[in-house]
């Protein structure tokens, strides 16, 4: 992310032997991206305008390393375009999330003032002169308008608690390696007898205990999920792991979406 030197941490992943001084380093990288990545998060969010159909926050002393992390982010959280940007040396340097169904690329290409530019249809980078800034807020702001989309809804497997086994998630592994064309599908649990509720860290993240004793995670919970909270639940949309945890391995399912009655 732009933090440190890179050779230092490549350096630590190549040496044979555990170099204690590597080590500290990337720890001390790591946990410095983490409070950036927060701070900045907190400050975005606060800036976001959830009326809008696509949000774009700038600030001119954010991190250009960290405004992807802090645009996925709210992408997730809101489930609309979002652009997050910063100054430096001149340019504005901004990094585009977007839901699936929203073509970023389609969307950005009659901007005429781009310095640089590239992306695919869920994620961009660009930048432009910071004396075009006023421009580009206008061009997005008009074009929101006639762009037409529709968040695309994932093909779904379903599934039911009982059968979410340690065996059964495990023997998906020999059809390994997912990837582009070839994706871990996301599984649907219907109807889902939800025996407890957590919430921790204030609120931002979900764990629903079913009968059946799995756990779902839902995390970083979406502005859609945090109005419907106390509405009944008709499934649970998401991907499944194994977790290890003082050395004992248990199913998790991580949430995607949730589908309300």
Known sequence: SNLANVNNVV???????????????????????????????????????????????????????IVGLVSGQLN???????????????????????????????????????ETAGGHKQAAGFTFLDENLKEFRQYIDTKIQVYQWKKELKKTLYISPEELTLSQVKSLDVLRPFGNGFELPSFEIE???????????????????????????????????????NKAIDSLIGSISISNYNHKESVNFTIDSIKYK
């Open 11 to 65: 350096r630590y992943f190549l040496n044979d032997k555990v170099d204690l001084s590597f080590v500290h380093q990337v720890e001390a990288i790591n946990e410095k991206r983490k409070d950036l990545s927060s701070k900045m998060a907190m400050d975005a969010l606060s800036r976001c305008d959830e009326e809008k159909d696509i949000l774009f926050i700038y600030n001119e002393n954010y991190h250009e390393g």
């Open 76 to 114: 997730a959280q809101f489930e609309k375009p979002v652009i997050v940007s910063t100054l430096s040396d001149g340019l504005v340097r901004c990094s585009m999330r977007a839901p699936e169904g929203f073509n970023c690329m389609e969307f950005l290409k009659d901007f005429p003032l781009f």
């Open 191 to 229: 109807n889902p007898l939800i025996k407890n509720i957590f919430d921790f860290q204030n609120g931002k993240h979900r764990k629903y205990i079913l009968e059946q004793g799995l756990q779902c995670m839902d995390f970083n919970q979406s502005i859609e999920h945090l109005r419907n909270k």
